[in-house]
């Protein structure tokens, strides 16, 4: 180390000596000052400081005195492993906060909503990595990818564009040819936009909120289907606003009930899945999704449609993003590539027409100026639509037959839950029998190496969801899947008779 | 092409071929069904879409009659250019938008505080990445990267880790080893922290989002020097915070003056720069750290402190980080790879005590869910606290010579103008001559090929500023260096001779 930036106070009473000895004390306890780290010479480190060279000497011999570092020749000083009773303990929390602090920790206490949607397991926690547990969460199998091939489109992208994407690149809306590229996968999903109208966003979520940003004060109600995606659902309450849910059926949002509700809650957008929704799995049919749509017309309200995994069909007909039949910019559009590529390179997009675009384009900047421009850049070398869409197709027919497999495997193994049959995306929505928590199944099957979300994640009101589990079919192997499913079972056979035996 | 999820109305008056037939015109005539796309055989898309047969052939034969598409033998139907005067235009922008998305647009016109930001260039756009230009903008010298090593980086990522570094990762503050050696990193900074104080963020401007996002709320007064950061200052506009100004000195802010602020605004946070501040390059000395500090905690405010070229010094005593200062979680620490790896990796950090740390970690999960898993494993790969350090010295000892040959450059090319020598940082704050402006001044040097950023960007009030612009001196060789104030001192001549001629 050659520089270190100890603070030091000429006024105080404490020696200048001491200071130095107590800053590099407490860097050796924290343990950032690793054993092994090299510190400055006395000569240099004391110019730096602006002391004299006894002073830094002086605070060395203390240190040194205490076993904390030593001087070895050839290498200077040197922090020791830092095992010794008489460490301070510098690190220690404060005894008191600011009162602005302590607000927030009261706030905390107050276990306000946010923590009401805290579930036992962190969220989207990346069990999936792990591969000693089955998990049934996440977004697609990882294992599918070739880091090979990332690696070497990595490469690819460094070589040919050198330092152009390692600078802050287009800081509008994203780099130009992906945004020409999202548009041309769009115009697949039938939506006729233009690179324009894309904004280039870190993952789907930032596009919900950047919406959220720019179309929602705190307090403002938004309308979701009930239950609605855990993530959304945090980044509304986070952010202070009223959620309102739509109760939803087999087919998705009842956007009968939707008019009503604008009347009374006057909603600040609309928030929707209406394609494989998650948790439920529903697609909205054609005709409910043209109702939501003059229904917000009417009403003034703007639409967000999450289509995260639109085109992750497996059977029956296709249903038009609710933005494909927009004629006047009122629906904000927005996906990833996260389950089709990777989530960890966390480039999504959002589509918007109208005044609202610059608007989100504005936020963005705002808030963290522009996503990875080496990462966007890889996502547009490796994304063609010929490239996406036999992605797609081979994604498409394995994770069908994972989906069976999860459905055979329930049948058989939970014959008591009640399940649906989803025609795409990525989730089965298992009711649990009467009477057994999905907490504590979620808790069950941990101990036997299971993950499953359980239901209360995707409400906002605690007492709701209890009766759900959402498995995710995509992520594991049918083997994986055989084997997950029955462990489950037996978990959940254990809760039952725990259940049966007790008294009355 | 395979699947194509286009929109159908089955109860319009519209035939159905038609409603195909238009959809796909709609795509080739907006460019994203581009020419040579191959669209899907008549028999899949009818079946996708739930129609019969024949009303795709009729839809393709309109469109083939047009030479918008051919049938090709052995390659199914092609988009054919679309330079036919009977194209249709459905993507010009729809009459009538929203009254939600009109009002969006009317806030626009009334020339929000948001525009009155907005300079004659792009903000940090990359004008350092074309190699025509001469431009004094942006971080650092992105040539000094060797984007081959990066490419070895990321391979070994990829290698090691697997599956790991594509999935979400950890959803909580980061990638765990990053914050230790981010940790170890600030220890040389004197900064005793610990890697469970560190929160990972997609840049330092998004640390500082967070930071407004917990801790303030609209119409929340926010004190910062004047002038500021501009895409700080951006931020709190577009967060419709208002701004209020701290003037600054040769040694910065004006601490004495900020207790009367304080009283009389009630601000929700101070934003500084104290170390090689943006755009001045001044540098607080000790004793206004202390003093801010202890205001601070008197009036019960967070202070955020962006250190963002804090470790670049080139002479004089090293000035500790004011977060090296706060005992009892006053300050919210705020930093970044951008200056020493690259901007485009987007990867920055925070460092807070207390219980802000958790609001500021489930904001940052809200907001973009996490920062790319690859890049911060890449990020800590390249990272040791010595060769940061080495990188560090390397760094400082180049940018400090082109300090010097800029700040010689304009004593002999612009002689009238006024500027001081930055002890560190990466910026020299030029005072031009009386009745230069600087908006002229940044355009005139544009067409010579010389970008350099006018000071009304770093002022909110819109009639500040305009007698100063901001060079960065780190960015170029000295040659360019001596180039490029060569000619933007002949553009400035050119100005004032201009000025002199006008009558009176």
Redesign the interface.
Known sequence: ???????????ATVPLYKQVEV?LR??IS?????PG??LPATRALAA???VSRITVTNAYAELERDGLIEGIVGSGTVVMAASFGHVGR??D??P???????R??QD?QDDGP?DRLEGPN?????D??RPEAISFT??GD??L?S??D??RT??DV??AD???????????AGHPQLRTTI??V?????????GERVLV???S??GL?LACQ??L??DDPVLVEQPSYD?AL??FV??RCRVIGVPMDDDGMRVELVEDLVRKHRPGLIYTVPTFHNPTGTCLP??RR?DLLAVA?RH???IVEDDFT??L?YEG?????VK??D????VIHLGSFAKLL?????IGYLVA????F??LT??K???????????QRVVDRIVT??RY??H??RTTRLYRRRRDAMSEALAREMPDCAVGLPAGGLFLWVRLPEGVSARALARAGARTGVVVTPGHRFFTDPTAGDGYIRLNFATRTENEIHDGITRLGQAMMQLVDAHDQLPG
Chains 1, 2 share one sequence.
Do not use: C, F, K
């Open positions: 180390m050659q520089r270190m930036r100890i603070p030091i106070d000429r006024e800053a407490s860097g924290a343990g950032t000052l690793a780290t090299r730096d400081l602006g510098p690190t929390p404060p008191d906060w600011p009162s602005w602090q302590q927030l920790q905390r946010e962190p969220p989207l926690q990346d999936a990595a996440g977004v990882l294992r990818l880091t090979r990332l690696g990595i490469h460094l070589r050198g330092v152009a994407a390692l600078g802050y690149g287009d800081l509008g548009a041309r769009l115009a697949a999903q039938g939506i006729a936009t233009s966003t870190s993952g979520q930032q909120a720019v179309l004060r705190p993530h945090r980044l986070h952010l054609a005709r043209r017309a003034d309200v703007p639109g085109d069909r007909r296709t249903q038009p993003a494909a039949l004629q006047n910019g009122s990777a989530p960890g390179l966390r027409d109208g005044p609202v610059g608007r504005a936020a900047q705002a808030l963290d100026l522009t996503t990875s421009p080496l990462l639509v010929g869409q036999s797609l197709r």
